[in-house]
């Protein structure tokens, strides 16, 4: 349990990085007196409205017999009925948000301004065009498994592509509002105004934190507490230390290879593959730690931009 909250916690932590420097821009724009309330209170409503609601909320949508009392507490539950409905819903919970993950992977490959850090990236980003034809190839070929091993999964796949378009449609209108609150299409904007554009951006932001946190448990109270850590963590960096967390240029390589691997498991275990529930965590601290110890050379050797 304890290695699957700190999991959780680096996870949602690396994941909210760029959110976290352009929430920093805008905050240094505001009062003292806003900053602090964005800091306590933002917290509690990305925390308990976000992190704890929306893992809940998808559950339920998954399982609406149970009732949202019911999903909350399943996953700790003896009760053969409970753990029958999760069993029966939860490869096709998997493999929705194993299709999210991985299409998540491949849009910032493809087609996301980036870092390179490993060998191949800087052609791969070069070939954006190939985005849409290999999501739709892996997507026909996972569905065409999925068919004939349980036909559920076949729509979970297809929901999970659905919800990546979706959010990244909404992400991209949040990223629209952030440049319009860092330029002047913000200066007519109150305090109050600009942190409630940064909870609703936050919110949207956090979508890819929630859906990965599936892959470490089902356990909502795990994830609450995992998630509220890593969110505590960014507004931590938000408000005090964001501009050492801007040196640590490959952090974002580092989230998105986690991601890749977390979507795969997702995938796997939706399969009836019996992936050990250790596993996601030490994935995401070794590749997370690579490229901490890979930005940690770039800044010892004084390099300019990376390639």
Same mark, same amino acid.
């Given at each position: 349990?304890?290695?699957?909250?700190?999991?959780?916690?680096?996870?949602?932590? !690396?994941?909210?990085?760029?959110?976290?420097?352009?929430?920093?821009?805008?905050?240094?724009?505001?009062?003292?007196?806003?900053? %602090?309330?964005?800091?306590?209170?933002?917290?509690?409503?990305?925390?308990?409205?976000?992190?704890?609601?929306?893992?809940?909320?998808?559950?339920?949508?998954?399982?609406?017999?149970?009732?949202?009392?019911?999903?909350?507490?399943?996953?700790?539950?003896?009760? &053969?009925?409970?753990? #029958?409905?999760?069993?029966?819903?939860?490869?096709?919970?998997?493999?929705?948000?194993?299709?999210?993950? !991985?299409?998540?992977?491949?849009?910032?490959?493809?087609?996301?301004?980036?870092?390179?850090?490993?060998?191949?990236? %800087?052609?791969?980003?070069?070939?954006?065009?190939?985005?849409?034809?290999?999501?739709?190839?892996?997507?026909?070929?996972?569905?065409?498994?999925?068919?004939?091993?349980?036909?559920?999964?076949?729509?979970?796949?297809?929901?999970?592509?659905?919800?990546?378009?979706?959010?990244?449609?909404?992400?991209?209108?949040?990223?629209?509002? #952030? %440049?319009?609150?860092?330029?002047?299409?913000?200066?007519?904007?109150?305090?109050?105004? *600009?942190?409630?554009?940064?909870?609703?951006?936050?919110?949207?932001?956090?979508?890819?934190?929630?859906?990965?946190?599936?892959?470490?448990?089902?356990?909502?109270?795990?994830?609450?507490?995992?998630?509220?850590?890593?969110?505590?963590?960014?507004?931590?960096?938000?408000?005090?230390?964001?501009?050492?967390? %801007?040196?640590?240029?490959?952090?974002?390589?580092?989230?998105?290879?986690?991601?890749?691997?977390?979507?795969?498991?997702?995938?796997?275990?939706?399969?009836?593959?019996?992936? &050990?529930?250790? !596993?996601?965590?030490? !994935?995401?601290?070794?590749?997370?730690?690579?490229?901490?110890?890979?930005?940690?050379?770039?800044?010892?050797?004084?390099?300019? *931009? &990376?390639?």
């Amino acid at each position: 349990m304890i290695l699957t909250i700190l999991g959780l916690a680096l996870f949602e932590s !690396i994941t909210s990085i760029d959110n976290a420097i352009i929430n920093a821009e805008v905050l240094s724009k505001m009062s003292q007196r806003a900053r %602090k309330w964005f800091l306590l209170w933002g917290l509690l409503i990305a925390v308990f409205l976000v992190r704890g609601l929306l893992p809940g909320m998808i559950l339920w949508a998954a399982n609406p017999s149970l009732g949202f009392d019911g999903v909350i507490t399943a996953t700790f539950s003896s009760d &053969p009925m409970v753990i #029958e409905a999760m069993e029966q819903t939860g490869p096709v919970l998997l493999i929705a948000g194993g299709i999210f993950m !991985i299409f998540l992977f491949f849009h910032w490959l493809f087609l996301e301004p980036k870092y390179y850090g490993l060998v191949g990236e %800087k052609f791969i980003a070069s070939q954006g065009v190939w985005f849409f034809a290999v999501v739709s190839i892996l997507l026909t070929v996972i569905t065409w498994y999925a068919i004939d091993y349980n036909s559920a999964m076949a729509f979970g796949a297809v929901v999970g592509s659905t919800a990546f378009f979706i959010v990244h449609g909404f992400k991209q209108n949040a990223e629209l509002h #952030e %440049k319009e609150l860092l330029g002047t299409g913000g200066s007519g904007l109150s305090d109050l105004s *600009k942190l409630l554009y940064l909870e609703v951006i936050d919110a949207t932001f956090s979508i890819d934190g929630v859906v990965g946190a599936f892959a470490f448990t089902m356990a909502i109270p795990l994830i609450l507490v995992g998630n509220g850590i890593g969110a505590f963590v960014v507004r931590e960096f938000t408000i005090r230390n964001i501009e050492n967390v %801007k040196k640590y240029v490959y952090l974002k390589n580092g989230a998105m290879y986690s991601i890749l691997f977390l979507g795969a498991i997702m995938i796997l275990d939706s399969f009836g593959h019996e992936i &050990p529930s250790w !596993i996601s965590p030490v !994935i995401t601290f070794a590749i997370v730690g690579y490229f901490f110890w890979k930005s940690k050379e770039h800044i010892k050797n004084g390099s300019g *931009k &990376p390639e």
